[in-house]
């Protein structure tokens, strides 16, 4: 026991600099307790309490430990009054500041520090996209790499569908001339568990263009309250492998697999339909705007693919499921909404929701001011890999004046969606 008392006397002398010597500033009550300090210290009533075990003291060790706590309780005032007023100052100011930094803007802090704890996912293969219109298919296969059939592949464009008439009749009018069915699966519940109306089964008149075309199906939601939502979203997906089954899709048929704002451009689809040895799951890289196409992103979309269908292999999914991309394939346009109601159902109803960390967010004057500024709704910085990249994209997103390239459809309507070309954030309120 002795030798154990000895090794704690060393460590004790150690914290205080190797000597006896109170290195507090101190008064009076900082002078007294020092000397009962090298006795009472926090380290020494351990060593009393070992002591006191050993020799079977639980009286004396009773009062021991009431000795030590008055002991603490001294040292502790001992050094407050060590300390300034200037001192208690920036304590006061300092402590608070960072916890309502962290409250507000930890999410950012998190983003911004994401190169430090996650590394960027594995490149892609690029393949170039050679098109003009003035040049054969046979050719356009021959410079890509790829041989021309005979006949072209049948296409099923197969969505999940939530609100998006506008995006939808975009799409489907961009893709009408080349694909053999349109396959479209709504529910009745978000991803996040809300109920919502059966949209597309209420505007059924606005695509009678495609009824020829068309497999509908809906399903119900299951309204599982906090579960994640992306369990939701799989369920979903999962059903619409049962509806491509129900649509007729056979082996060797092109499968297009992206969400409703994720738009092929008509003339990728049918270089795909007629090219033969493409890859057998192919990314499309997509040009990304956000809004409208007043504001464009940057050229990485890439969860959009199209898939030769083999049965019992291929799985409907928005992931990474391949290596090979094709560039410049058509177009991204998130939270390309005409009214401000439709922006605020989307920020509650789908798979980021948390990202809605406040309610002011989802305020209406907020999202119209933040549209027309290309900022972003949930103030967040941009999810990137490394520095360099998440600085060079923080803040409002430039405006760009070019409308060359986009959807036929969009500019043979111009006026009626007016709302989705530059110069015209302004919403509607419904």
């Known amino acids: 026991m002795w030798t154990i008392t000895r090794f704690f006397e060393k460590v004790y002398l150690m914290a205080e600099g190797g000597s006896h010597y109170c290195s507090k500033k101190s008064d009076d009550i900082c002078g007294d307790a020092c000397d009962e300090m090298n006795f009472l210290h926090p380290v020494r009533v351990s060593l009393v309490y070992v002591h006191l075990l050993h020799a079977g003291s639980s009286n004396s060790w009773s009062m021991n430990v009431q000795e030590s706590g008055r002991a603490l309780g001294t040292r502790l005032r001992c050094i407050l009054r060590g300390l300034d007023f200037k001192t208690y100052i920036f304590l006061f100011v300092l402590i608070p500041t960072c916890v309502c930094g962290l409250y507000f803007h930890g999410q950012k802090i998190s983003y911004f520090l994401r190169p430090l704890w996650e590394s960027p996912p594995k490149p892609f293969h690029e393949i170039p996209h050679y098109y003009h219109e003035n040049v054969s298919m046979e050719n356009l296969c021959r410079l890509h790499g790829w041989g021309i059939r005979e006949f072209p592949r049948r296409v099923f464009d197969a969505v999940l ?24 699966l709504e529910s009745n519940a978000t991803f996040t568990g809300l109920p919502k109306p059966l949209v597309f089964d209420s505007s059924r008149d606005k695509f009678r263009f495609v009824d020829s075309r068309l497999t509908y199906g809906q399903i119900p939601g299951r309204f599982k309250k906090k579960e994640n939502p992306f369990v939701e979203e799989a369920y979903q997906r999962l059903a619409l492998d049962y509806l491509l089954k129900r649509a007729g899709i056979q082996d060797d048929d092109l499968l297009l697999m992206s969400d409703v704002d994720e738009i092929p451009s008509r003339h990728t689809i049918n270089l795909l339909r007629w090219c033969d040895d493409i890859p057998p799951i192919l990314h499309l890289r997509l040009k990304n705007y956000l809004y409208s196409f007043e504001f464009f992103v940057d050229n990485n979309s890439w969860r959009a693919s199209v898939h030769r269908y083999q049965s019992g292999v ?70 990137e890999y490394t520095f360099k990249e998440i600085i060079g994209k923080m803040g409002p997103i430039p405006h760009s004046y070019s409308a060359v390239h986009l959807p036929s459809y969009l500019l043979q309507n111009a006026e009626k969606y007016k709302f989705l070309l530059p110069g015209n954030c302004k919403r509607e309120s419904g």
């Open 161 to 184: 569908f939530s609100n998006e008439v506008d995006l939808l009749t975009i799409r489907w009018k961009e893709l009408y001339p080349y694909v053999t069915e349109f396959v479209l």
């Open 314 to 383: 291929t799985r409907y999914a928005h992931y990474r499921q391949s290596n090979d991309i094709l560039a410049d394939a058509g177009w991204h346009c998130s939270f390309c909404f005409r009214h401000i109601s439709e922006f605020i159902f989307k920020m509650k109803a789908y798979s980021h929701f948390d990202r809605v960390r406040f309610n002011n967010y989802m305020n209406p004057k907020r999202v119209q001011k933040v549209i027309c500024r290309g900022a972003d709704l949930f103030d967040m910085l941009p999810e």
